[in-house]
């Protein structure tokens, strides 16, 4: 339904919602939740490693399933795409596995609607390629067609129209303890050219962003960042922390994977004079860095592609995980072993030192083969893990039970 409303006809939807109008869609397209596609994931889900007590379910079965927004009265799951749709997911009769699967406010056009973010008090946001969408009670209003809908930032005022493209172009957003609204912006090459730096560093491309809530308050709040994909708040101190995906065609082993932390706006984390770590880029090892550069805080290995992360703040898991960083490797495809697809640990010491090591790993065969692609992990109200996976086009729940 959402692909077939035309560009006019969507924008006047918004226009009614915004007046909280009916516009007249009534039809939802639903997703089939078992068969046979349900039974060849849970048979891929036998081979993924966990460690002791841990167990991995079919969680739901959610095309394209990119990042995901679990609704604060844990009512629903919204679930974002680097398509068209954005999926509600819900668990109607509280087993853990998802009853049903629909698209959410079908009678507006979406653009890439890869970020959802929740506030606490249950406004939905939504971070388009070059739109801001804010959804006050969603979790209240999404068993309609018709939502209430306002526009954050307006279409093409997120980053200059010229510079959208197909490459780096899957938002993500949080609420931080100040009340507002981040979301970061990956700049759309490999490694850009000089010229494009004054344009990019005003507008945070390459970057990640705060403003208000209403839209209000723009500022850069970070820079050097070649395309973040992933982003929380540390409970315990508020700090901001973020996944990096970093340069490609250095070979297999370089650069690595980052994961960093923010402790103040204006920082700058490197890129494009550093293509992850320390390892400088081809493009700009003659000229010289910015002094204050912040290195990472974890370095993962090369082209994992560390994409959505999540501290742990539940009582469900044992105790060596509360306030650990759970974040999904999406998998390589510059490089000629494939590494990464599986869910990392990152444990933060008393000092706030980090170390990450493999949670959840399977989804590469024997062959080389990817049997699914991790690209978020999100934690519902009773402790337990939804990890989103693309490539098979689902969510799974990750559990725990003391070993007896």
Known sequence: ????????????????????????????????????????????????????????????????????????????????????????????????????????APSLQFAVPNGPCFSKDGNLYLAEQNRVLNFPAAEFFYESPDVAAFEVVKQGELIPPEEESYNHTARVCDIGPDGKLYI??????????????????????????????????????????????????????????????????????????????????????????YGGGSVRTNEYKNDEPPADVVFPAVEMIAHAADLGMTFYTGDQFPAEYKGAIFSAQHGSWNRTTPVGARVMVTKIDAEGKASAEPFAEGWIDENGEYLGRPVDVAQLRDGSLLVSDDLAG??????YSKPQ
């Open 1 to 104: 339904m959402t692909g077939s409303v035309g560009l006019a006809a969507a924008q006047n939807n918004l226009e009614k919602l915004s007046g909280f109008k009916k516009t007249g869609t009534v039809d939802f397209e639903y997703v089939e939740q078992g068969g046979a596609y349900a039974a060849g994931i849970k048979k891929t889900l036998e081979r993924i490693k966990l460690p002791e007590g841990f167990r991995i379910d079919l969680y739901a079965i959610v095309p394209d399933a990119r990042h995901m927004a679990v609704g604060p009265q844990g009512i629903v799951t919204f679930v974002g795409t680097r398509k068209t749709k954005v999926w509600s997911v819900t668990d109607r009769n509280k087993d853990r596995v998802a009853d049903e699967v629909k698209d959410f």
């Open 184 to 273: 970061a912006l990956g700049q759309p090459f490999n490694v850009p050219a000089p010229e494009k730096a004054d344009l990019y560093t005003k507008w945070g491309l390459g970057g990640i962003i705060r403003l208000n809530t209403d839209g209000t308050g723009r500022e850069v709040y970070a820079t050097g960042i070649r395309n973040s994909v992933g982003m929380d708040f540390d409970p315990a101190t508020g700090d901001l922390w973020f996944t990096d995906n970093q340069v490609d065609g250095m070979g297999d082993d370089i650069p690595p994977g980052e994961i960093n932390h923010a402790t103040a706006a204006g920082q700058n984390f490197g890129f494009p004079w």
């Open 394 to 399: 689902a969510i799974y729940r990750i559990s």
